[in-house]
């Protein structure tokens, strides 16, 4: 603990002229005990330190009053006025009292709101870049592969599209933030993780469970700070390619401005390609999606009086995929010759706060984004727009042991496509939906080690009504390595299928909506534990282990399993739970090397009518390590990282669907080598899959029946049911759901990384 | 089985609680307000420490390095010691100069104090050592353990 010293002089001359002087001394002493090293001053001229029994002496001080001043480490300062007569020698004896509670006289009182990311009641995980280079990847949605308890999860085998589970809740149930400035999406884990290279980024932070009531309704499943590096750290410019043996290239580039003293900028690309055509499944069909992808970003940080901030970020990106057929070239897009899923997607975001010249802190959120999708699925057409613009006023206060946040806010969503879902009458008709809520939060300090957060939002949904969303989260510091959380809330999710639900982006199989479908509900709780411990030889472990439980009413599940030709989007009538452990082991050796080892058993079910079913493509457990060790005499930095997933529940088209029901147990393991020797240079290179497990082991196939994906020799019962014929025996159609891993095997990867300071 | 496993967790914690330990460091560190008024007491060198939240060496540092005996009785008797969290929000008064945190994002930033005393980029944790004069004479972003320290500050002297 902080234990503080302090000393304090002060000394005020009053005395006249005079030429005749006396000696001062005396002992200073506490508790009986001697004080060493107790500073006396009389005046500024006449120093003293008491010697190692508690005396000191101070001679040749000339006649008159003075103000005595003893200080001393850890004790209260005495303060005396004194006078020093003629010829007479000065006795002092003073008693100092201890201070016990020096740590309050330094807080100089601020205006700003200081509370620390350690003190908040809800549990946050750090993950600096270094964690992500320890398996390179083309961008930061990758990259969280790595993080425990999350999940980048494909949604669709052949256009390889994905969004990010928290402990296995959906994509949208959780925000993305750069520096703590959202983007209001809930398409942000799909897109709002690119091209920020990793140079630019100082860390990761992730929330697991409902974070505050700041971030809105849908905000239960957690959130992903992505934490920038500020002006002074960030290099001048830097680079980042890789490419591995399949040729998938990914290059980053970052760089710094600033403009005079105003302001100052990062900006940042990255640029991935991948354009073989690779078959090694032998089904005619790509294994992976082909695709280039180029995203912008930029921030600014306007320099303001008293540091006040306005910060703005800014990133376009544009994608174009493709996959399906090894014979499929342009050509082909939208047309019944040759399948091919193409996609399209263009896509602005501009979001920031400025910090409001008042006395009081107001801070005004502003964020707003553009979404344009044109994608062909064989010769389904699909093409949407999404425009949302979201504007938050925010006010802090600190009144004693209370922390009071609040705010107004509001959000506008625009939503067009050329489905049937958004026209009525014939004619189009565009949702527009508007999210107007309010919301005040009070973190209460109950005791020192006891903190209490209370939020309350209201948000009234002009499409579905009114949105109460309660949060409550409970910190124990039991000391500074034994930390207990408690945070619970509820969330709301208006599900709008085609943008954000990728699984019924598959051309395969037409998407059928049941009735009007009603917002998703869901209760959230977590149980958070965290233990530091350090031995003295510098090695630490952190342990953090979770308990979450979820349970959603009105969930929208696609039934895949009713008709292999459609997903049928429903209501679930009845309940879904998703329930589970989580548990993480960091162990940093003072010789550099340093393990992680993470594990998570869950449980994601859903119970209609008393019949318990498990999620589909959903595992029971996952497990993800890394090794990593640097050799400092050759410069040669070691890494060993991997995944291991238990078996999943896979779709099936039929009684005769030959492809095994459950995923088996399966492992992806990675190693790097990574040189440091040169100059600003740093190389790397490895080896991903390295067990070369492909989801089509144990399987004749994987995506059914690619022969015919148009479905022209499928025959059908009189009830609509597919028939087994000859040139069809497993009554099966054209499918893509079935893929539940990464369809690449081994390969080799090399890269170069350069940075100017 | 899974009730097993949750019943496992919660045993796992109230073990875990038990092993709860009280230890707290011997070092005697002061506020960037004070030092000033120290050195015209008495002059000494300053060892700074400045730490983040979220910085597991900063943590382990804290908890391993100057917790060292030998270590902290050498910089309580010879040093005054600050340290400094840096992205903390509170100002601070520094030779009659008010330093503030400097925001990059809601609730983002770096404390303006650090960029005096780091002269590169700052990366945590961040050792700096300042003569009697408060000149910078060393400066180190790494984990140092207590050996790696006393050698340093035997070297400096």
Redesign the interface.
Same mark, same amino acid.
Not at chain 2, 87 to 93: D, G, L, S, T
């Given at each position: 603990m902080k234990k503080i010293i302090l000393l304090f002089i002060l000394i005020w001359i009053q005395s006249g002229y005079s030429q005749t002087t006396a000696s001062v001394f005396g002992n200073i002493s506490s508790e009986g005990k001697a004080v060493i090293n107790a500073h006396v001053v009389l005046n500024n001229d006449f120093k003293s330190e008491t010697d190692s029994i508690g005396n000191f002496k101070i001679e040749n001080v000339p006649v008159g009053n003075y103000k005595i001043m003893v200080a001393a480490m850890g004790y209260e300062n005495i303060r005396k006025n004194i006078s020093i007569l003629e010829n007479v020698a000065a006795e002092f004896n003073l008693e100092l009292k201890k201070n016990e509670n020096i740590l309050n006289e330094i807080v100089v009182s601020g205006t700003l709101k200081a509370v620390r990311r350690m003190e908040s009641p809800v549990p946050v995980e750090v993950y600096t870049p270094v964690f992500f280079k320890k398996n390179p990847t083309a961008n930061i949605f990758d990259a969280l592969q790595n993080v425990n308890g999350v999940r980048p999860q494909l949604n669709c085998g052949v256009c390889n599209t994905g969004d990010i589970h928290i402990n296995g809740l959906e994509g949208p149930y959780t925000s993305v933030l750069i520096d703590g400035m959202p983007i209001v999406s809930s398409l942000s884990t799909v897109y709002g993780l690119s091209g920020i290279p990793n140079s630019l980024v100082e860390r990761i932070e992730i929330v697991k469970g409902p974070a505050s009531s700041l971030y809105g309704s849908e905000a239960v499943g957690g959130l992903i700070n992505i934490i920038t590096k500020t002006p002074k750290n960030a290099p001048a410019f830097s680079a980042d390619v890789f490419t591995t043996s399949w040729l998938e290239t990914n290059v980053d580039i970052g760089m710094k401005f600033n403009v005079e003293k105003k302001a100052t900028a990062l900006f940042g690309i990255n640029y991935f390609t991948y354009n073989e055509i690779i078959d090694n499944d032998n089904d005619n069909f790509t294994d992976v999606t082909l695709q280039n992808r180029i995203s912008v970003f930029q921030k600014w940080n306007f320099n303001r009086k008293d540091n006040r901030l306005f910060s703005i970020a800014a990133r376009g990106m544009y994608e174009d995929r493709w996959g399906g057929d090894v014979r499929w070239n342009k050509s082909f897009r939208g047309g019944d010759q040759i399948y091919g899923e193409s996609i399209y997607t263009k896509r602005a975001e501009l979001f920031g706060n400025y910090e409001l010249p008042t006395a009081e802190k107001l801070m005004l959120w502003f964020s707003g984004n553009v979404h344009y999708q044109d994608s062909r699925y064989g010769t389904t057409s699909y093409i949407a727009n999404q425009k949302i613009g979201f504007l938050q006023l925010t006010w802090d206060k600190k009144t004693g042991r209370h922390d009071l946040l609040s705010g107004i806010s509001s959000r506008y969503t625009y939503y067009d496509d050329n489905t049937p879902a958004t026209a009525r009458f014939e004619t189009n008709n565009p949702e527009n939906t508007w999210l107007p809520g309010i919301f005040i939060q009070d973190e209460l300090t109950l005791a020192e080690q006891h903190k209490l957060l209370l939020g309350f939002r209201y948000d009234y949904n002009s499409a579905h009504g009114n949105i109460f969303t309660p949060r409550l989260a409970y910190k124990w510091k039991i000391n500074d390595n034994n930390i207990i959380r408690f945070n619970t809330g509820t969330g709301f999710r208006v599900v709008n299928l085609f943008t954000e639900d990728h699984a019924a982006l598959t051309g395969s199989r037409e998407v059928v909506v049941a009735g009007a479908l009603k917002p998703e509900r869901s209760v959230n709780a977590n149980l958070n534990y965290i233990r530091k411990m350090f031995a003295s030889n510098g090695t630490s472990i952190n342990l953090e282990t979770s308990l979450f439980y979820t349970r959603f009413g009105n969930r929208i599940i696609g039934n895949y399993e009713l008709d292999p030709n459609k997903i049928i989007y429903d209501n679930l009538d009845g309940h879904a739970i998703s329930k589970g452990i989580t548990a993480n082991l960091d162990f940093s050796f003072s010789n550099g090397l340093k393990v992680i080892a993470g594990a998570t058993m869950m449980d994601v079910y859903s119970v209609e009518n008393n019949v318990k079913s498990r999620q589909l493509l959903t595992e029971k457990f996952t497990g993800t390590w890394s090794v990593s060790y640097k050799i400092t005499q050759i410069q040669l930095g070691f890494d060993y990282s991997g995944n291991v997933y238990g078996p999943m529940k896979l779709p099936l088209l039929g009684e005769l669907d030959p492809r095994s029901p459950d995923s088996p147990w399966y492992s992806l393991q990675n190693i790097q080598f990574t040189y440091y020797g040169f100059k600003n240079f740093e190389a790397y290179a490895g080896i991903k899959n390295l067990l070369d497990f492909t989801p089509k082991k144990n399987n004749p196939f994987l995506i059914s029946r690619t022969d015919d994906p148009f479905d022209r020799n499928v025959e059908y019962g009189t009830n609509g049911q597919v028939l087994a014929t000859p040139q069809n025996p497993y009554g099966l159609t054209f499918d893509t759901t079935y893929i539940y891993g990464p369809n690449q095997g081994i390969r080799g990867f090399f890269g170069l990384r350069y940075t100017m300071k | 089985m899974?009730k097993a496993?949750?019943n496992t967790?919660f045993l796992?914690?109230a073990f875990?609680?038990l092993n709860?330990?009280?230890s707290?460091?011997q070092? @005697?560190?002061? $506020?960037f307000?004070?030092l000033d008024?120290?050195q015209?007491?008495?002059k000494r060198p300053v060892l700074l420490f400045f730490h983040a939240?979220?910085c597991?060496?900063c943590?382990?540092m804290k908890?391993?390095?100057f917790?060292?005996i030998p270590l902290s009785e050498k910089l309580n008797n010879h040093f005054?010691i600050i340290?400094f969290?840096a992205?903390?929000?509170?100002?601070?008064?520094y030779k009659g100069k008010t330093f503030?945190? @400097?925001?990059? $994002?809601?609730?983002?930033?770096?404390h303006?104090i650090v960029?005096l005393f780091?002269t590169?980029?700052?990366?945590y944790p961040l050792i700096v050592i300042l003569n009697r004069e408060n000149e910078i004479i060393f400066e180190y972003s790494n984990?140092l353990?207590a050996a790696e320290m006393l050698k340093i500050l035997e070297k400096l002297e």
């Open positions: - | 899974e496993v949750v967790w796992a914690l875990a609680f709860v330990g009280n707290y460091g070092l @005697k560190t002061i $506020g307000e004070q008024s120290l015209t007491v008495q939240d979220w597991t060496f943590q382990s908890n391993t390095t917790k060292n005054y340290s969290n992205e903390q929000q509170e100002n601070v008064v503030k945190f @400097k925001p990059n $994002g809601n609730r983002t930033g770096t303006e960029d780091a590169a980029a700052t990366t984990y353990n």
